[in-house]
């Protein structure tokens, strides 16, 4: 009877061993719900992203584009630009100018505290007096002892004094002689002394070494200044100044552009600061040094009429020219609007360029007149300023949000 009972208890056991695959065979629909979703939103996070755009603005043509050999970036500067810092040093105890003043040559900018040197400068001047009044002496006392021994030989042939007041009148003459070469000696070094004195009296008074334009002031009164090798900028410098009657532009030209200039070459200059306007200039020298950081030399470009209103550090473009632009061609303006090439691309049989407007794409048709070295000239296209995408790829849609980052970035 105990038998039957535990076969009954036996069968009424569950064994949870025996159905594994039951239980996977229930859940694994939740997983893959699970990686259908991690799916969808890795998806929607990789479509959402903005993509990064590099783009350029549509531009107006140059005058004189069609004549231009090549261009080079650069800045305003002046043939004659100096810091001006005193030669001694001292304490600054006044600053004649302003920035902004026109100084002539020779004109007092800063003045330094001269009571030191005008002390040494007077006990120059007492020494040089004593050392007069001693080489007066000393003339006096050799011109005595000449006469003493002209007397003494005339006797000592008359055979009055003995041979020996003769030799000794002879030795005074020597020494008295000596002695005023040494007086003479120390006249002129006392003379030079008082010459260094007034030099380090008239450096207190700092004047400018060019006409020009004080374009910084880099101290004021009461600053103690030191005179400096000025390596580095504005190190012991009391102003700048600047020659604004000898303004060029430094253009940075690329080694391997190099054998493509040449000196007197014409050119045309475009200042940031003007950019409808046109300035004539040629080629007046070529640094012969290498910035080997960059790969580039600097080529100096000289106006031929220096542009009113324009300062040193403006920047600036340069056109090298195959040959020099008729004056009346900088005034005309060519129609045409210019691209990068790579910005125009085939689309359903017809040009078109994809511009950015308010952080969206849209697709513009455009019209090509002509490819002019790395652009191209726009017949039709988008108004000037514009944004269109540099070397646009497939992954552009009208309306897709993208990121801008300008042409050299």
Excluded: C
């Excluded at 755009?53 to 650069?74: D, H, I, K, W």
């Excluded at 009391?238 to 060029?248: K, M």
């Excluded at 652009?375 to 993208?402: C, F, I, M, Y």
Aim: proline share 5%; no cysteine.
């Amino acid at each position: 009877m105990a038998e039957a009972q535990a076969q009954k208890l036996a069968v009424l056991k569950i064994d949870r061993a025996a159905h594994p695959r039951r239980k996977l065979l229930r859940r694994w629909p939740l997983w893959v719900g699970l990686a259908v979703v991690l799916a969808l939103v890795v998806g929607m996070a990789v479509v959402g992203r903005a993509p990064s755009v590099r783009v350029a603005e549509v531009r107006e043509a140059r005058p004189g584009e069609q004549q231009t050999e090549l261009s080079a970036a650069g800045y305003v500067s002046s043939r004659r630009r100096s810091v001006i810092a005193p030669q001694v040093a001292g304490r600054l105890v006044e600053v004649a100018v302003d920035e902004g003043d026109a100084v002539e040559k020779g004109q007092v900018l800063a003045r330094l505290d001269d009571r030191d040197a005008r002390v040494m400068a007077a006990r120059s001047r007492a020494e040089l007096q004593a050392a007069s009044q001693r080489l007066a002496a000393a003339r006096a006392t050799a011109m005595r002892a000449r006469n003493d021994l002209t007397r003494a030989e005339q006797l000592a042939r008359a055979q009055v004094i003995t041979r020996a007041s003769l030799e000794e009148a002879q030795a005074l003459a020597r020494a008295s002689s000596a002695e005023e070469l040494a007086a003479v000696a120390q006249l002129e070094a006392a003379r030079e002394a008082a010459r260094a004195t007034d030099l380090q009296l008239s450096h207190t008074v700092v004047r400018a070494p060019f006409a020009g334009t004080v374009v910084r002031k880099l101290a004021d009164e009461g600053a103690v200044l030191a005179p400096a090798a000025l390596e580095q900028e504005n190190i012991g410098g009391i102003v700048e100044l600047v020659d604004l009657g000898a303004l060029e532009v430094e253009a940075e030209v690329s080694e391997e552009q190099l054998p493509r200039i040449e000196l007197g070459q014409p050119a045309l200059v475009f200042l940031d600061a003007y950019p409808d306007q046109a300035f004539v200039a040629k080629v007046r020298s070529v640094r012969p040094a290498i910035d080997r950081s960059k790969a580039t030399a600097d080529v100096n470009v000289a106006f031929e009429e220096i542009p009113p209103g324009v300062l040193p550090d403006m920047g600036a473009r340069v056109a090298f020219l195959k040959e020099a632009v008729p004056e009346e061609a900088l005034t005309k303006q060519d129609a045409a609007l210019r691209v990068p090439a790579s910005a125009v691309v085939r689309n359903g049989g017809e040009s078109v360029v994809w511009v950015v407007q308010d952080g969206k794409v849209k697709r513009q048709p455009v019209q090509v007149a002509e490819k002019v070295g790395d652009e191209v000239a726009l017949a039709q296209g988008p108004e000037p300023g514009t944004q269109v995408v540099v070397s646009p790829d497939g992954s552009l849609r009208p309306g897709r949000k993208v990121k801008v980052r300008t042409e050299g970035g």
